[in-house]
């Protein structure tokens, strides 16, 4: 069994990176990926531990991004890029570091939104953060514990949807140049959850896929824990007839999404097999093959 999408504290989630990789070896994973938003310091922090708990660490991050789509404009869309093979050079780090930056600029915006709707909170609702790290599950917690919304998913829709944050996102990169950074890293890009896609206009997630893929998309993340049984039967399909990789996980978040179990997802609606991973190592190995054989030939002329 193995999972490849999860978070920890360097992101929004509520284990450390030494507690998830002790999590996942306690429920038998034989392979993670680390995913957190925008930055690579949970994978960082995990790296050297994994061995010692007998778990195959991937290297991996969620990116935000916004796709310019004519009937979706400034849509936003989390990119997963995985690195199986070889891990992301400074340059790319780099360019994740100024990605990360913005998220302080957006949470003070965020911060402005909600208190002019007359919620009482402030930045000491997050004494042990401050604003570069807090993510949206940190501000749906304190809204929660202050009695504005009854649950978690309620904070969300109401004051922290995608659609809602879109507005005061800045610099957000755009999907097309993720997919870029990311394979010319030796990565692979995936769409993560394409079903919380929020399409207003016309647009629909098949036909965003479709449009992704000629941006050189290399997977969608086909199996999730919100995913219903036909919502993963339909992009089995069109992964199938698009020829994507699927990749999947459970985008366990620990206490700040409860309801969702490392490795099974949401009431064990995941199960996914090593040999999803395999997939995905050999597609990857023979995309740099192809580049390689690309690269010397354009050398001898």
């Known amino acids: 069994m193995i999972d490849l999408h999860t978070h920890t504290t360097l992101s929004d989630g509520t284990s450390s990176p030494a507690e998830l990789l002790e999590e996942a070896r306690h429920v038998g994973l034989k392979a993670l990926a680390i995913t957190d938003h925008d930055t690579l310091a949970g994978f960082d922090a995990a790296y050297p531990l994994a061995e010692k708990h007998n778990v195959e ?37 780099g360019w994740v570091t100024s990605i990360s930056s913005t998220r302080r600029e957006r949470n003070l915006k965020l911060m402005e939104k909600l208190q002019s709707s007359n919620i009482s909170i ?22 929660v514990a202050k009695g504005y919304v ?11 949807d995608d659609s809602i944050v879109a507005g005061i996102a800045p610099r957000l990169p755009s999907t097309q140049e993720a997919i870029k950074k990311i394979k010319a890293n030796g990565g692979f890009a995936s769409l993560a959850h394409p079903m919380r896609l929020r399409c207003k206009g016309l647009a629909t997630p098949e036909t965003i896929i479709k449009e992704l ?88 002329h």
């Open 213 to 300: 893929v000629l941006k050189g998309l290399d997977a969608i993340e086909a199996y999730h824990a919100n995913h219903s049984t036909e919502d993963t039967g339909h992009l089995l399909q069109i992964a199938a007839e698009l020829n994507l990789l699927v990749t999947g996980g459970s985008d366990y978040h620990g206490r700040n999404k409860p309801e969702i179990r490392l490795g099974t997802g949401r009431g064990k609606n995941l199960f996914l097999p090593y040999r999803l991973l395999e997939c995905i190592k050999e597609r990857v190995g023979r995309a740099q093959e192809k580049t390689a054989a690309e690269t010397n030939r354009s050398m001898c």
């Open 122 to 143: 402030s930045w000491k609702d997050f004494p042990d953060l401050d604003p570069d790290r807090v993510a949206r599950p940190h501000f749906a917690c304190v809204l």
């Open 57 to 93: 660490l991937v290297c991996g991050i969620e990116l935000s991004t916004q796709f310019q789509h004519p009937q979706e404009p400034k849509l936003a869309v989390h990119l997963l890029g995985y690195f199986p093979d070889r891990l992301p050079d400074d340059e790319f780090r």
């Open 150 to 160: 009854s649950n978690f998913q309620t904070a969300f829709d109401l004051f922290l």
